[in-house]
């Protein structure tokens, strides 16, 4: 199977090059050139399987240039009991009849960006020798929190690699914060940005293109490639525990084969809920797939009205890893919802480029809400969802997975549709303490307590134990303090590659 461009349908590319270099020269995200389909027995063989073999099995589908052994040496290193709590890896929690929790944070980093960056540098590294490729790889990261950190410890040591990341400068958790600024590792530079997200991804974006960076890179001997979800090898781990989720429901006798799902995701970037699409696509018994965000709600727009429209106020939330106003992989959606329409997706990127807003058609908007449901949920709503979730589950979902919740039951109310439904969980509520804490304890209880403090607060008000991650970084140094103005990206990475 070959990767094209969402922009050009001439661009092909194998896997380990589509891995490798990250994003299309045209500027456009690599993206499948069919889909692979399912067979019923295929489907029904899934609940048979752990964690790993199904990693295999979905993996294998879609990186057809890697053999069996490259694979599942891969997926046998990334998803341990060591790194990932349990053998289960992603655990469903039931939370009533209806609603089931899929928590993908058990991972190192406390987020579920782990769930695909403990594998991507196995797949970044094979793809380099199958592509013969004797420079190092310098990995441009732009975070909204979660995935600088994860990130950075999947790559941390890698030989070959090298890692830059790049975080907006008040737009990430303390604890988030902290996780970065005290990465350890020989490969890793981490510099805060003065500007938002949007800023930062732009900024790698723009040294991606840049032909001229690229050269002085190369001369250094480095190739750029990108662990932000623009990267296929950052997607395709994800679609995997969409099918472990159904398989789970199945193994609990919750679901009979065959039976239709609701997927819930809080969307950002729309890397997590494309993945579902793609689950979705390739035969996995879905009925809606609901994208839920928060007070950045140009998704939920788009959704309703076929218009997407970044021109609007770029709000702070304490969701922040949804503090998203260009929603990359949207790009690989459209593309394939458009019929593989790759001058189509050229002309919207085009407008989204110089306008800030483009518009698909009634036709398209059409077919897109037959799938897809959109809604979002303000940070007041979030913290009393928070609050009621643990009220009625005494369960305490993080802030992210609050928005999903709140959304969904948003949904629910409006339709009384009642299939069963899976929502994504995508951070450890201690990541984001501090807003967790607001929704349980008065806030003169928080006032001038640290960030540990809090910790050890949350885990006494939830009975919950502190990942010892979070917890150990009261005894880390601070490694990394640099701040830059947007318009000083390059030179960082650039006195980052001088110095190494
Ligand atoms: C990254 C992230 C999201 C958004 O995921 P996308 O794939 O960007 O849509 C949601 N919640 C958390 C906690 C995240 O880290």
Redesign the pocket.
Known sequence: MNYQSTRDSKISFSSAEAIKTGIAPDGGLFVPSEIPSLSASEIENIKNLSYVELADFVLGKFLTDYTAEEVHHCASNAYTKEKFESDTIAPLHKLNDNTHILEL?HGPTC???DMALQILPYLLTKAMKKTGEEKEVIILVAT????GKAALEGFKDVEGTNIQVFYPVDGVSKIQKLQMATQLGKNVNVTAVKGNFDDAQTGVKKIFSNDDMRKKADELGYVFSSAN?INWGRLVPQIVYYFYSYATLLKNNEIKMGDKINIV??????????AAFYAKSMGLPVNKLICASNKNNVLTDFINTGVYDRNRKFETTI?P??D?LI?S?LERFIYHMSGENASFVAECMKKLNEEGKYDIGAELTKKIKEIFVGGYASDEDTVETIKKTNEKYSYIP?T?TSVAIKVYEDYVKETGDNTKTVIAS??NPF?FNQSVLSALVEEREMEGKDEFELLQMLSEKGNLNIPDSLNNLKKMDVRFKDVCNKEEMWDMVHTFLTNK
């Open positions: 944070w987020a579920f960006k909204s929190g979660d995935t979800s995701v809080p969307t950002g970037n729309f890397g997590n809920i494309l969701s890893s949804m998203i929603s992989n993080d992210h995508t951070a990541k």
